[in-house]
């Protein structure tokens, strides 16, 4: 079962960037969909953005529409998650998932399904703060 290993978080403050990366131990292109999720304690955890590897369909959730971009590097098996503008409701733990089953990045993204053969990164922390 491969492996995701997420990177990148860190304290920003309100207005900055940060990229995010979700190494993956083998193909990202032996996953059908890949992406990211973040959880607060106390809250559901949501699906941030999500895409598939064939076609590069793209979901993103409202919340970060505009300021979040996914993008995939097959040669690096890395899934990027690039966030601009960030904000306090931004801070979170930001998860990478995939799924090597057929499935749409909006299904991903609003059911957290990966499935016996997918996984889940540990996590990275963002926080957002002044």
């Known amino acids: 079962q491969p492996q995701l290993v997420e990177s990148g978080g860190d304290l920003v403050q309100p207005g900055g960037s940060l990229r995010l990366s979700c190494a993956a131990s083998?193909?990202?292109?032996?996953?059908?969909?890949i992406g990211w999720f973040r959880q607060v304690p106390g809250k559901d955890r949501e699906g941030v953005s999500c895409?598939?590897?064939?076609?590069?369909?793209?979901y993103y959730a409202d919340s970060v529409k505009g300021r979040f971009t996914i993008s995939t590097d097959n040669a690096k098996s890395t899934v990027y998650l690039q966030m601009n503008n960030l904000t306090p409701e931004d801070t979170a733990v930001y998860y990478c998932?995939?799924?090597?089953?057929?499935?749409?990045?909006?299904?991903?993204?609003?059911?957290?399904?990966?499935?016996?053969?997918?996984?889940w990164g540990r996590g990275t922390q963002v926080t957002v703060s002044l």
């Open positions: 895409v598939t590897s064939s076609d590069g369909n793209t």
């Open positions: 998932a995939a799924n090597p089953r057929p499935t749409s990045a909006q299904g991903l993204c609003l059911t957290a399904r990966v499935g016996g053969q997918g996984s």
């Open positions: 083998g193909s990202t292109l032996d996953f059908y969909a």
